[in-house]
Structure formats: C-alpha cells, structure tokens
C-alpha cells in the first residue's frame, strides 16, 4: 500500500464528536511511552504527523488522522500512567471504553507492546477485556531496534507464552521498529486486506 496523503482532522474526548463519515478506523493503542506517535509517523511516513514526546502521557485525546481520504489512522490516549494520578487515569480509562466500545467504525485495534520488556501485567489484561468484548485487535511489538544480542525471538515467544494461558487462538502480530522501519509493509499490507475484505 502507497500512502499519498495523511492530514490530521480531528482532536476530541468525546466518542459521539468522531468523523461521521462512516469511514474504515484503524486505532493505535499502548502504555504510555511505547512508541506510538512514532510508529504513526513512520507508517504514514510523515514525520511531526502524531506528536512524539520523551514525556509519557502525552497523548490525552482521540486524534483523528485521514489516509489517501478513505481510511483513518486513530491515535489514543496510552493507559497506566501512573503520574496522571487516579482522577485522571480514570478519566483516560474512560475515554479509552467509550471509544473502544461505541465506535462502530473501529475496524481493528493495534495493541503497542515493548519489545525490550517481559510480558506486563496491564497489557496482558488490557487484552484479556479485548476478548471478553470481542474487539478484534492486532499487536505490534515496538522497539525491536533497541534489542540486542537476539534478546527479541526470546523476549516476543515469552509474551506469546503468557498469552497462550488466556487464548486458544493468539491475535495476529508484527515486530517494527520505527527508526529502520520494520514491520511497515506487513502492518499496511493487514490494514489494505481488511480494507478490501470491507468492500
């Protein structure tokens, strides 16, 4: 898949004031300092598209970014970042359910996972409620630059282990890395598929 376009539309916290154009979403999600804005950056190749930031927690709002005007990358807020405090972790919970939940036009959710560390409680729940809900989800194992001395085969078959203990079927997945751009065609390649599979 070429992306000849990519234009930032729209910021919000409230599910109900998305596009109502009625067009395929594709949203990305993680712990907060996963590499999120950076992976969006390198799949749409335009760099400053999603906002990076060395601050966890950055990313407070549902963003809104439209591709080649018929299909949208969503940026979501990261959970469990404990420096919010609860008041405000609640309230990005709460931003992250509704829109999860509610937004009929969410296609397929990417889980952002750390490639560098060993499986995480939060994550392994987060996608226990995915399957509870029936939300269909892809993950994406970040970072896989920053491993060396083939840490990465252990460190990916350990998540996929502790994943197998809560699914018969484990979810798709992708290793990337947003500084050489791995992972890049295959994660377009599985969004142009379900694109066609829609029409």
């Not at 969006?40 to 990313?59: D, E, F, Y």
């Not at 405090?85 to 959710?109: A, H, P, W």
């Not at 502790?162 to 947003?178: C, H, M, V």
Request: hydrophobic share 35%; glycine share 8%.
């Amino acid at each position: 898949m070429e992306i000849n376009n990519a234009e930032f539309i729209i910021s919000n916290t409230d599910v109900k004031k998305c596009p109502s154009d009625n067009l395929p979403e594709y949203a990305f999600i993680g712990r907060s300092n996963v590499g999120k804005s950076s992976l969006i950056n390198m799949l749409t190749g335009r760099n400053g598209l999603a906002m990076t930031s060395s601050t966890p927690g950055k990313t407070m709002l549902i963003n809104h970014f439209l591709i080649n005007k018929e299909w949208y990358i969503v940026d979501l807020p990261g959970y469990g970042y404990a420096k919010r405090g609860k008041k405000g972790q609640e309230q990005i919970t709460k931003v992250i359910q509704n829109y999860i939940l509610d937004r009929e036009e969410m296609t397929n959710l990417f889980v952002l996972i750390d490639s560098r560390l060993e499986p995480q409680k939060i994550d392994i729940e987060f996608m226990e409620w995915l399957g509870m809900n029936g939300i269909p989800f892809a993950i994406v194992f970040t970072k896989s630059d920053k491993l060396k001395g083939g840490k990465l085969g252990p460190n990916i078959k350990a998540y996929l282990k502790a994943l197998q203990e809560q699914w018969e079927e484990l979810p798709p997945y992708f290793i990337s890395s947003s500084t050489n751009r791995l992972g890049r065609k295959e994660i377009l390649g599985y969004i142009e598929n379900i694109n066609k599979s829609l029409k």
